[in-house]
């Protein structure tokens, strides 16, 4: 090796150190100047619970999209744009099913984007059937998209499912 190639190496490992540890602007875990669209999430979050709560498709309305393409997947079915959502979901599941209900959301995670956002959280459901009384309690985890529209965050996909099973049910 030459005195020249010797010294060059040192400033050559250098700029590799350097590229190597660049991280784009969107890797990992969302950016601190995300914390605005966060606490909009979150509140939208809440807004959507108190939608399911009162089965009200005019608050309801300010959290989702109004659009064709947003959809709804949960047990009993899968919903397919906000006139679905809003019949089904809302109007004939929510308020012509039970008399009371409350969703309570818990262990919220927000991750949020420039346009996109996607929230997970467990939740807790009560209720009371409006036919017959009886109560309703369950319990599961839920999955919800949003994207930033005109300036501001819509739902756009919501996925829940039940609790996971043990491995004692296997």
């Not at 807004?47 to 989702?64: C, E, H, K």
């Not at 979901?89 to 991750?111: A, C, I, Q, W």
């Not at 309690?137 to 999955?143: A, K, N, P, Q, Y």
Request: hydrophobic share 40%.
């Amino acid at each position: 090796m030459t005195y020249a190639s010797l010294t060059r190496t040192p400033v050559i490992t250098l700029v590799l150190l350097a590229v190597c540890t660049i991280r784009p602007a969107n890797a990992g875990e969302p950016s601190p100047k995300n914390d605005t669209a966060v606490s909009a999430i979150r509140r939208l979050v809440t807004t959507y619970a108190q939608s399911v709560d009162a089965a009200d498709v005019q608050l309801a309305a300010t959290v989702w999209a109004n659009t064709s393409d947003v959809s709804f997947i949960h047990p009993l079915g899968h919903e397919h744009g906000w006139e679905a959502v809003k019949t089904n979901l809302y109007t004939k599941l929510m308020g012509e099913t039970f008399s009371d209900r409350k969703l309570n959301v818990k262990d919220l995670v927000v991750h949020a984007y420039a346009d996109t956002a996607w929230v997970e959280f467990y939740w807790d459901f009560v209720a009371r059937f409006r036919g017959n009384g009886q109560p309703l309690s369950t319990h599961g985890r839920e999955t919800q998209v949003y994207r930033k529209m005109d300036g501001r965050w819509r739902l756009v996909h919501v996925h829940y499912s039940g609790m996971p099973m043990t491995g004692e049910r296997f």
